[in-house]
């Protein structure tokens, strides 16, 4: 960021007060068995019966707009907490079927214990290290638990080889602390700055629990504060690592205050950050997986692989926003303030107290100085006290040490009704360095900031005019990751009545997660009741409010990664499935993400039914894990409705399908049941159709016998 040259002071425009809103044998074909169901496996639907619960947000697009008050992030509707796969059988509808025998798999589940943020059962040998070629529990070092963790041999280190570390528990931290004056801003709130540097020692001390060895913040994705914590409260932070990737993991960071005279306790914040292990004075550790206990912990390190997608790409689906941008916009608005006014530069010595346990610039520290140079600019235009909302994401590029100079320069990007966006740019030079002028850039972030009156009522910040061509591109850019923010809060806010969501580039990021999260969290929900048992298909229903889904349970006698790849190809369907009369690929988006338009035949006195789905596919990281094929329907600009067939959505449906040795695996399918499948599952319910076995049967059929020729 170049400091814009001081200009003189403008009005900062009018001040409107805005309200605050707010047992398959072991060959041949399965025999039939007493009790059925049988229906479409196909996903298609004629309108809607319910709505998956929203899926987890990924953590890289604060909500813009929010207000302190506003309610916590969207989290399922109720936690998951039985195994992901298969579930015992409770209460089947069909007491003389034959009880489904656990197989290894199953047995391995059953010892899954509930619980959220640390919430953990027993200590489970042998789940752990289950990485191809990975260490077992007897190389696992623990760091907190009393064994030691050596530090990486210099062999090890020079040869290039990666020693491999991790805590068979996964890290998981938690810390208190009671706000005092000392803490808080001059509204007496906590301010921003000392939650970041709390924020940033826990999650810190959590990847080092795991790792064994120290860990530097890379980066901290999108932080949104949904609530202010005053003097006198308490202050709780749970940390956790998620997914231990190669040399990084992703750490989940929980924040809520609770009053003391109350003991109501309020989310503040709920973020996701990065480390990376790096043993002081070596070279690069490869991580141990991360024991997941719970289901909680299964669905979180899912998902983090997700986020770390979205993570990555975000500056490729940022430059294409940036391309798509239309830069005619008029700056000749009267009361427009030009954005020099708002320009502030600071320079800190990193002295002691500010370093980390390692003697690095404490990246907590850096946030909070980062904080406080973005509030005093938003305040400029504002001449009022800013409130931080969402950061959009800190990223350390490199580190500073105790004796370096970090400037900091913050200037107001945009202005977007009643919020802000401030850009920060950190660099940092040691003596010779700051000579010679050569600086390091160690940090940049996106602060977002609201202000209110006395009554709390948001303001609207005026209009702002870029005065240099570095100002330009920002003024754009800010738009740009608004763009991103918005659309991230729209795709994951659950409303029952929400349309297919928009197929666009701010937003495909996004979508592709939703698809795969609703999956998982479907899959991995309680209650799922065994219906219906064939020798080699099980058929289990799940109610949960006024929504019902379907999974069918196949065993099929090819690998898992044959079967993954012929049910994630959707132009085979036809070929199994009666409900798919056409299939064609409109996008294929890249190898894991394509878009498909399928037509379906009329149900009685309909017309026929068209689809347009996102297929998301993805392959296992470990062999427990499930590949996974997730669809939902969405809406391409290019295809809009026609007069000829009736247009149809998929909530959330999909496979997942697990390897049981090298030539057979289990394939479980799910449907949220929307009003078009309805009528199929009725009939099956009541006995009058078996279309569901019937289709199972088909898939199985088509996989074998597809299977067998490769
Ligand atoms: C606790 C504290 O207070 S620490 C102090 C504040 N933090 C710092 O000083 C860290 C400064 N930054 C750095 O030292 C470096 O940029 C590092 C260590 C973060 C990355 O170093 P690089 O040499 O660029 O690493 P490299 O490109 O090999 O990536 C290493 C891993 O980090 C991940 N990574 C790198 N940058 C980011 C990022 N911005 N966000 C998420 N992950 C990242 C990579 O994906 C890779 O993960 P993997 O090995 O699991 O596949």
């Known amino acids: 960021m170049g400091a814009p040259k001081p200009t003189s002071g403008r009005g900062t425009g009018s001040w409107r007060p805005r309200h605050r809103g707010g047992g398959r044998p072991a060959s041949g074909r399965p025999r039939r068995c007493r009790g059925r169901i049988g229906g479409a496996v196909g996903e298609g639907a004629a309108g809607r019966y319910g709505r998956a619960a929203a899926p987890q947000p990924p953590a890289l697009s604060p909500a813009e707009g929010s207000v302190c008050s506003a309610a916590?992030?969207?989290?399922?509707?109720?936690?998951?907490?039985?195994?992901?796969?298969?579930?015992?059988?409770?209460?089947?509808?069909?007491?003389?079927?034959?009880?489904?025998?656990?197989?290894?798999?199953?047995r391995r589940r059953s010892h899954l214990s509930p619980g959220r943020w640390g919430g953990?059962?027993?200590?489970?040998?042998?789940?752990?290290?289950?990485?191809?070629?990975?260490?077992?529990?007897?190389?696992?070092?623990?760091?907190?638990?009393?064994?030691?963790?050596?530090?990486?041999?210099?062999?090890?280190?020079?040869?290039?080889?990666?020693?491999?570390?991790?805590?068979?528990?996964?890290g998981d931290v938690r810390m208190c602390q009671a706000v005092l004056p000392a803490h808080a801003n001059h509204r007496g709130e906590l301010s921003a700055g000392q939650l970041l540097k709390w924020m940033d020692a826990a999650a810190c001390l959590a990847a080092e629990k795991h790792a064994g060895v120290s860990c530097v913040t890379a980066s901290m994705d999108d932080i949104q504060f949904e609530e202010a914590a005053r003097v006198g409260q308490i202050i709780s932070i749970k940390a956790k690592v998620n997914r231990a990737f190669k040399t990084s993991m992703e750490v989940g960071i929980k924040v809520t205050v609770q009053d003391v005279l109350t003991n109501v306790e309020k989310i503040v914040s709920v973020a996701y950050a990065t480390y990376v292990a790096k043993p002081v004075g070596g070279g690069k550790i490869e991580l141990e997986p991360v024991n997941l206990l719970s289901t909680e912990d299964h669905l979180e390190h899912t998902l983090a692989i997700e986020r770390r997608r979205i993570r990555l790409g975000y500056e490729q689906v940022f430059q294409n926003l940036m391309q798509e941008s239309n830069k005619e916009d008029n700056f000749e608005e009267e009361d427009a303030v030009s954005t020099d006014l708002t320009h502030v530069q600071s320079i800190e010595l990193v002295q002691p107290p500010h370093a980390n346990h390692h003697g690095n610039t404490f990246g907590g520290q850096i946030m909070a100085w980062m904080e406080t140079v973005a509030?005093?600019?938003?305040?400029?235009?504002?001449?009022?006290?800013?409130?931080?909302?969402?950061?959009?994401?800190?990223?350390?590029?490199?580190?500073?040490?105790?004796?370096?100079?970090?400037?900091?320069?913050?200037?107001?990007?945009?202005?977007?009704?009643?919020?802000?966006?401030?850009?920060?740019?950190?660099?940092?030079?040691?003596?010779?360095?700051?000579?010679?002028?050569?600086?390091?850039?160690?940090?940049?972030?996106?602060?977002?900031?609201?202000?209110?009156?006395?009554?709390?009522?948001?303001?609207?910040?005026?209009?702002?005019?870029?005065?240099?061509?570095?100002?330009?591109?920002?003024?754009?850019?800010?738009?740009?990751?608004?763009?991103?923010?918005?659309?991230?809060k729209c795709i994951l806010s659950a409303s029952e009545d929400k349309p297919s969501d928009p197929w666009e580039t701010s937003n495909q990021a996004y979508v592709s997660y939703s698809n795969i999260a609703a999956l998982t969290h479907l899959a991995a929900k309680p209650g799922w009741e065994i219906t219906s048992t064939l020798d080699d298909i099980k058929i289990w229903t799940h109610e949960?409010?006024?929504?019902?889904?379907?999974?069918?349970?196949?065993?099929?006698?090819?690998?898992?990664?044959?079967?993954?790849?012929?049910?994630?190809?959707?132009?085979?369907?036809?070929?199994?499935?009666?409900?798919?009369?056409?299939?064609?690929v409109l996008q294929a988006v890249n190898e894991d993400e394509k878009i498909y338009y399928?037509?379906?035949?009329?149900?009685?006195?309909?017309?026929?039914?068209?689809?347009?789905?996102?297929?998301?596919?993805?392959?296992?990281?470990?062999?427990?894990?499930?590949?996974?094929?997730?669809?939902?329907s969405v809406t391409l600009m290019s295809m809009p409705p026609s007069s000829e067939y009736c247009r149809s959505e998929i909530l959330c449906a999909g496979f997942q399908i697990y390897g049981d040795s090298n030539s057979s695996c289990t394939v479980c399918y799910f449907n949220q049941v929307s009003s078009g499948v309805m009528p199929y599952l009725a009939a099956n319910l009541t006995g009058s159709s078996k279309s569901i076995e019937d289709t199972a049967l088909e898939c199985i059929k088509f996989l074998e016998l597809k299977g067998s020729k490769y």
């Open 120 to 170: 953990t059962g027993p200590p489970q040998p042998g789940r752990a290290a289950e990485r191809p070629g990975g260490a077992g529990p007897s190389r696992r070092r623990l760091s907190v638990r009393g064994r030691a963790s050596p530090r990486p041999t210099a062999a090890l280190l020079a040869g290039g080889a990666m020693e491999r570390r991790g805590a068979a528990a996964g």
């Open 375 to 488: 509030s005093i600019s938003a305040s400029r235009l504002c001449h009022s006290y800013p409130v931080l909302k969402s950061v959009n994401m800190f990223k350390f590029w490199g580190p500073s040490v105790v004796g370096d100079r970090l400037v900091f320069n913050a200037i107001v990007n945009n202005t977007f009704q009643t919020s802000v966006e401030v850009g920060v740019r950190v660099e940092a030079y040691n003596c010779e360095e700051w000579i010679k002028d050569q600086a390091r850039h160690i940090n940049s972030a996106f602060l977002i900031f609201n202000t209110v009156n006395d009554k709390g009522e948001l303001l609207t910040f005026p209009r702002i005019k870029p005065t240099t061509k570095d100002g330009m591109r920002r003024y754009h850019g800010a738009i740009a990751r608004r763009r991103i923010r918005l659309a991230r």
């Open 598 to 632: 399928v037509t379906s035949p009329p149900m009685t006195d309909h017309k026929p039914r068209d689809f347009v789905i996102l297929v998301s596919q993805r392959q296992p990281c470990k062999p427990s894990e499930p590949y996974i094929v997730a669809v939902k």
């Open 544 to 584: 949960e409010g006024d929504v019902l889904s379907l999974k069918v349970e196949m065993q099929v006698q090819i690998p898992s990664h044959l079967a993954f790849s012929l049910l994630s190809d959707f132009t085979f369907r036809q070929q199994w499935d009666k409900h798919f009369l056409t299939c064609e």
């Open 72 to 106: 916590p992030p969207k989290a399922p509707r109720h936690p998951p907490t039985p195994p992901a796969r298969p579930s015992p059988q409770r209460g089947g509808l069909l007491p003389a079927s034959p009880q489904p025998r656990p197989g290894p798999r199953q």
